[in-house]
């Protein structure tokens, strides 16, 4: 995917644009099936709007190229807990709790860098929207985990209901 079609992905993802998720995205994995970032961006993008058939199909793809890819493990796992289906679920939220930790972005390199701007008015909004974007992202990190622990310490004693 170039930088233009990487921009306008970029935008559309802001914008909620489904459509035009769908249709970059779809062009992407046109030109190469195993193309990651277009997987999770679908994955992503069907998550964030209630569409867990969508979100777990793009899901399922992407761990095919990426077997250890904590969001999709974390989309797939939590769409069939969701659903009830805690055979198919249990599995990977094993897997899950195993995942390589997913990198985060250096937020606070690029607060810093954003420092010396922030007085204008645009440019601190961005540079605390970094700020909350990195503890954000960090806490989501932390809460699937404790998530896939204690399903999977649910689902091993069947003893009590779901989580």
């Not at 930790?101 to 701007?117: D, E, N």
């Not at 645009?122 to 990190?141: C, N």
Request: with cysteine; charged share 25%.
């Amino acid at each position: 995917m170039n930088v233009r079609k990487m921009l306008a992905l970029s935008r559309a993802v802001g914008r909620n644009d489904i459509e035009k998720v769908q249709s970059l995205c779809n062009a992407a994995l046109a030109a190469n099936r195993h193309d990651l970032m277009a997987l999770m961006m679908l994955a992503d993008t069907h998550w964030r709007n209630q569409n867990p058939q969508g979100a777990l199909t793009a899901a399922l793809k992407a761990l095919e190229v990426e077997p250890s890819e904590f969001y999709a493990l974390r989309i797939v796992a939590g769409v069939y807990a969701e659903r009830g289906e805690h055979d198919s679920a249990y599995p990977y939220a094993r897997r899950l709790m195993g995942a390589d930790t997913p990198y985060f972005p250096p937020t606070k390199t690029i607060s810093r860098f954003l420092a010396p701007f922030a007085w204008l008015p645009r440019i601190r909004q961005l540079r605390e929207r970094v700020g909350r974007d990195g503890t954000e992202t960090r806490s989501s990190h932390t809460e699937w985990l404790q998530w896939a622990s204690g399903y999977v310490a649910w689902y091993e004693s069947r003893s009590q209901s779901a989580p």
